[in-house]
Structure formats: C-alpha cells, structure tokens
C-alpha cells in the first residue's frame, strides 16, 4: 500500500512539474525578446547618437548583462576581425549557435534573420529604418505574447496536474 502512494505522488508530481516546466518555457520566451528588444533599442541608440558602427553597438550590447550579451559580443569580435565575409553571415552564424539554449521560436529567429539581411548592406539611415522595423514587429509579438501568456502558463500547470490525475485514475 505505501509502494502505491509512493508510485502514485512520483506519477502526480512528475506530470505537475513537467507543466510547470512547459509554462517557465513560455514565460522565458518572452523575457528573453524583451531582452532582444532592449539590445536592439540600444544598439539602435547608439548608432543614431553616438555614430557608432555596427561592431561598436554590438560590443556595447554585449558588455550589459542579459540573455544575449555572448552573443553580442561574439558577432562584435567578429567583426572586427573582418570574419567570414559579410555582416549578415557573421550575424546568422552566431545567431543558430545562440539559439540552440533559448527559447526563441522559428519565427523569432526568421525575424532577427531578415533584421541581418537589411542592416549588412545599408548606409546609416536605411540601417535605422531596418531597426526601427524590428523594433516594431518585435514589440507587437511582445505585446501579443504578454496578452496570450497569462492565460497559457496557468493552462499548462493546470493540464500538468490533470495530466497526473488522469494518469493515477487510468494506473490504479
């Protein structure tokens, strides 16, 4: 009898934590495009008012703290190396490596892939249009997200834990 209580919180607490686990997953998603975002804000900042080139806004995103500040640093360093050809390779290079641990979608990267695109070949002011273009599409899916992820974290916990009942009904 104990073995199947002891079975049986195994079973409930597995299926509860693997729902909190997917609800971190969405929430974590839209930290770190707010995180994006305010890179970009100051990458975009920094071009505009200090005149800096691409390598230099990078490397000061890089040098805050947050999600992608490797990855800032590392499209900055490479840059000043005159790596691999264009902006735009050295970009989406570094961006697929990066994104294997976030949790940015296909969508998100599809977009950060075309900001790459617009900026490499640009003078400065297309290069702020392209900027001002991510920003707003990025703050729509941030807007849209924040709206939708209240409702979907508090589904994904509740289907955990419904998850696991169901499970003990069907076990026992």
């Not at 195994?10 to 934590?17: E, M, R």
């Not at 703050?139 to 834990?161: F, H, P, S, W, Y």
Request: charged residues 25%.
């Amino acid at each position: 009898m104990l073995l199947k209580i002891a079975g049986s919180a195994a079973v409930l607490l597995a299926c509860a934590g693997f729902g909190f686990f997917a609800a971190s997953e969405v929430e974590r998603r839209e930290q770190q495009l707010r995180s994006l975002y305010a890179s970009f804000l100051l990458i975009q900042g920094d071009i505009r008012y200090r005149k800096s080139s691409l390598p230099e806004a990078f490397l000061m995103a890089g040098r805050k703290q947050g999600d992608f500040a490797a990855f800032f640093d590392a499209v900055a360093r490479r840059l000043y190396r005159y790596e691999d050809g264009s902006f735009e390779q050295v970009f989406c290079e570094e961006l697929r490596k990066c994104a294997k641990e976030s949790a940015l979608k296909k969508k998100d990267i599809a977009l950060l892939e075309q900001l790459s695109g617009m900026c490499g070949q640009m003078d400065g002011e297309l290069t702020m249009a392209a900027f001002d273009w991510y920003l707003e599409q990025a703050g729509e899916e941030i807007d849209v997200l924040a709206r939708e992820n209240v409702q979907k974290t508090a589904l994904l916990k509740r289907m955990g834990i419904l998850a696991g009942i169901f499970l003990l009904v069907l076990l026992l």
